[in-house]
């Protein structure tokens, strides 16, 4: 393997972990996003049934 086609590998080898890292950001955030929807939901039904007992 020619040095020119070691830095080409290197790179490609560079823009895949970059990818994965993005990857990996993106699901934490989307994990935290949702968990977050969920809660907003679960305190709008439980004022909804405090709002019906009275």
Do not use: H
């Not at 970059?18 to 993106?26: D, R």
């Not at 809660?39 to 039904?45: C, F, H």
């Amino acid at each position: 393997m020619t040095t020119p086609q070691k830095w080409m590998l290197f790179g490609v080898v560079k823009l895949a972990l970059l990818a994965v890292a993005v990857g990996v950001v993106f699901s934490i955030y989307g994990c935290n996003t949702v968990r977050g929807v969920g809660q907003d939901i679960e305190k709008a039904g439980e004022a909804i049934q405090r709002a019906g007992n009275k």
